[in-house]
């Protein structure tokens, strides 16, 4: 072998690993970084949720089963106090502060800042992206089988409204409003996770209430995933 092509050898070994760290610090620069967020809409007079469970403070009452009043003013006194005392017509109201503080403990727990590849946007489009278990549970099979995302399995689902931080459709006879109460890292991977209120009521019948999901995206391509669910 000549000189020549042994000094070319390591040459073009040097190009391939710069051009290797070039393309890596391109994808990483193009990861976008995102602060954690809360949708405080729910909560009315608070312009920030704060950094720990006690900046919280709120007061709602409900209806307890004896005709008393159940008041809670934190999250803390929510987990503290239960469903056992309150009336079941409150049910309903009741899983919607719960939901709310279910996600508020996930923001605390976040991280300030997490890599994002989540849209700017919540709407239909995303949305239909989600799998197709994001939807209500309402007891018996309804999740049992679901595969795909929500679009290939709700042939029936249509755009109602649509909000900053909300899309409202139907499918099946059920009204859904998804909700997204929080953005944050929420189980530490370094990416940034959606949690999703479903405020849901059937069509033409009795029956309301509260779910939620919490979702992961992993790159700008890919399809959401479920992290958890209520």
């Not at 729910?42 to 209806?63: M, V």
């Not at 919540?122 to 549970?137: C, E, G, R």
């Not at 709700?154 to 006879?173: A, M, P, Q, R, W």
Request: net charge negative; with cysteine; hydrophobic share 40%.
């Amino acid at each position: 072998m000549k000189l020549k092509t042994l000094f070319c050898i390591p040459i073009a070994a040097i190009v391939l690993v710069l051009y290797a760290c070039q393309t890596t610090n391109t994808q990483t620069e193009a990861a976008k970084q995102e602060a954690r967020w809360y949708n405080v809409n729910d909560f009315k007079g608070i312009d920030s949720i704060g950094a720990n469970p006690y900046d919280l403070e709120f007061d709602i009452a409900y209806s307890g089963i004896d005709g008393d009043i159940v008041r809670v003013k934190n999250c803390l006194e929510v987990s503290f106090q239960g469903d056992s005392k309150i009336a079941e017509r409150e049910f309903a109201r009741w899983d919607l502060l719960k939901s709310d503080c279910e996600a508020a403990k996930r923001f605390y727990g976040a991280p300030e800042n997490a890599v994002s590849y989540w849209p700017p946007t919540f709407d239909l489009s995303l949305l239909k992206t989600f799998p197709s278990t994001s939807i209500p549970y309402l007891g018996g099979q309804g999740l049992h089988g679901r595969s795909g995302n929500l679009a290939e399995h709700e042939s029936t689902l249509t755009l109602i409204e649509s909000g900053e931080h909300s899309v409202k459709v139907s499918y099946d006879g059920i009204v859904v409003n998804y909700v997204v109460v929080a953005r944050g890292d929420f189980n530490r991977d370094g990416y940034q996770d959606l949690f999703v209120r479903m405020d849901w009521y059937i069509e033409d019948a009795f029956g309301d209430g509260h779910d939620w999901v919490a979702l992961t995206k992993l790159s700008p391509n890919a399809a959401p995933m479920m992290l958890w669910r209520k």
